[in-house]
């Protein structure tokens, strides 16, 4: 009973819905006329309006024809049985309707270019951005009449020659767009070139020109985009308008995948280095030629300006230290190599300016980032002026003892007695005490003798006078000084300062004190050291058996 049932739901079922198909592809028929009559009624009022009342009735007519073509397509998809006749009259009006629309749009076009040239500045961005409009709308029109012959070949109806005619005016548009897009291209990069050098008051109207013309390029790209894939469907080899739209835009898409493309784009890459080896290697390689040139001829004027200016410097007048003379002769040179740099950038065609300028921003970062490094160039600058040292003094500074070997405007280097090189950051020694030992052509040599309490004082003086009036180094002037200085606890000190040259300072001071031991040896007399007595205080016995307090004070 239940399967008779089902039986019988199933077959109502099919019986309406085969009543019900006919009804439903009667009614889109009857739709797509009503559509079709109000597309006619719009473009016959369209016709009777100027201005943009003309303008706004076309829009609506190209909105309601969209609507319309999209139930066209689909019955076209999926048609009713004996409805074929219909569709081929439809389609046959939307060829002639997307004609007539193409025909419009480019009589419109050639009057809105006018306008737009003789436009104020002010109102050509709005002219702009309805031309570009415009114009899409034109290679639509070629896209719709593609699907127009296309639908045609689905209901039977042979249409090449008509597809052959279209091909041929898609390859046209393609070739216009292209040189367009080239074109406005070219004017894009122009501009901005200029407004990098504009003065303000040139650089509103290039600005505006500037955006203009982005638009342009813009609008030339979904142009070339939407006609290249039209193209292909037309069978039509779009492979160098995709080239021209990846080398403007810069953007990956599928269509670079394709072999032809890539061998298209690698074509152009090496024709392009090929054209451009052929025309400028021998300029290049005569600039290079300039450039290495200037670079030798500076190479010798910074050796030359370096002796000039150490003649300069070393004449005695100026009284410059050696660390003076050495900045200097270095930073000339350097000038004078830096300045020939700098021509021989610019006649191999480098801008100089962002150069500078970039040097300028560099110098703002790397102070920041090198406060260290400037606080030293700071002191060294200042220790240049100041001169505390020179290049030879043997020094005390920045904790270092030993001679000064080098100097530069960051740190210097010292050279210590057992040979060892340390550098010392300028900072550091200028922010420190410096003690200059050698800076002076005259020294005094402090030296201190002792004798014993039983010699005798007359006797060691006349010793002290004999070694010091007798050695070849020690100077007359100014006098020396020998005296008795302490009478110390084991011991009678003198004190012996002979004056003597810089650099003989350390020869006395050995050669005083070797002759000191031994004329005191030959004279008798004694050189104490250290000592003292000691007293032993001996117990008797009978304290021994005292009580514990008074041996508890005894110990004590």
């Known amino acids: 009973m239940i399967r008779k049932f089902l039986l019988l739901f199933t077959l109502l079922a099919l019986s309406f819905s085969t ?37 706004v009735l076309r829009m609506q007519v190209l909105n309601k024809n969209d609507d319309l073509r999209d139930q066209l397509g689909q019955l076209i998809s999926a048609p009713p049985e004996g409805a074929e006749g219909k569709l081929i009259d439809y389609v046959r009006h939307q060829i002639r309707y997307t004609a007539a629309t193409a025909r419009y749009l480019d009589q ?63 390859s046209e548009r393609l070739e216009f767009v292209s040189a367009s897009l080239e074109y406005n291209h070219q004017q894009e990069k122009e501009l901005s070139k200029q407004l990098k050098d504009a003065s303000d008051s040139e650089k509103s109207a290039l600005q505006l020109m500037h955006i203009l013309t982005q638009r342009k390029v813009s609008s030339d790209i979904d142009r070339l985009n939407y006609l290249a894939s039209l193209g292909d469907k037309a069978e039509i080899d779009t492979s160098d308008y995709k080239k021209q739209q990846f ?102 065609g480098l801008n100089l300016a962002p150069v500078l300028t970039g040097f300028g921003v560099a110098g703002v970062i790397v102070g920041f ?29 920045g904790g270092v003892s030993g001679k000064v070997s080098h100097m530069s405007l960051v740190n210097t280097t010292i050279r210590t007695f057992d040979n060892q090189i340390i550098i010392v950051p300028n900072s550091k020694i200028w922010g420190d005490t410096i003690k200059n030992v050698t800076h002076e052509r005259v020294r005094r040599v402090d030296m201190v003798f002792s004798i014993g309490y039983s010699d005798s004082i007359e006797q060691a003086e006349a010793v002290l006078h004999d070694i010091i009036d007798s050695h070849p180094a020690v100077l007359r002037a100014p006098e020396k000084t020998i005296k008795v200085h ?44 250290p000592q003292q007595d000691v007293y032993l205080h001996m117990v008797k016995q009978e304290n021994l058996n005292a009580s514990p307090s008074v041996h508890n004070s005894l110990l004590q």
């Open 108 to 170: 419109k076009i050639k009057v809105d270019e006018k306008a737009l040239d003789s436009a104020p500045q002010e109102e050509q961005l709005l002219k702009q951005k309805q031309l570009d409009e415009e114009r899409q709308l034109s290679v639509q029109m070629l896209g719709d009449q593609w699907t127009n012959y296309h639908w045609l070949e689905q209901l039977g109806i042979k249409t090449a020659k008509d597809k052959t005619k279209l091909a041929k005016d898609i």
């Open 369 to 397: 980032a090198l406060q260290d490094t400037l606080s030293n160039f700071a002191s060294g600058m200042m220790l240049l002026i100041y001169r505390p040292f020179d290049v030879g003094d043997f020094v005390e500074a």
């Open 19 to 55: 009543l019900a198909e006919p009804e439903t592809a009667q009614s889109k028929l009857d739709d797509l006329a009503q559509l079709n009559q109000e597309v006619m009624a719009l473009y016959q009022t369209s016709k009777s309006r100027t201005g943009s009342t003309r303008d």
């Open 247 to 348: 080398e403007v835009t810069g953007d990956l898409t599928n269509d670079i995948l394709n072999i032809q493309v890539i061998y298209s784009i690698f074509s152009a890459w090496t024709d392009n280095l090929k054209k451009w080896l052929v025309d400028y290697t021998p300029q290049v390689l005569f600039k290079i030629f300039i450039f290495i040139l200037v670079i030798l001829v500076f190479r010798l004027l910074k050796n030359l300006t370096r002796r000039v200016v150490k003649r300069a410097v070393s004449s005695p007048n100026l009284r410059m230290s050696q660390l003076m003379q050495d900045f200097f002769i270095s930073m000339s040179g350097k000038a004078v190599f830096f300045i020939g740099l700098l021509i021989a950038l610019s006649q191999i």
């Open 486 to 529: 302490t009478l110390n606890t084991s011991s009678v000190d003198f004190i012996v300062r002979p004056w003597v040259k810089t650099d003989d300072y350390w020869d006395v001071y050995w050669d005083v004190t070797r002759a000191v031991k031994l004329r005191f040896d030959q004279a008798g007399l004694t050189i104490p050291f």
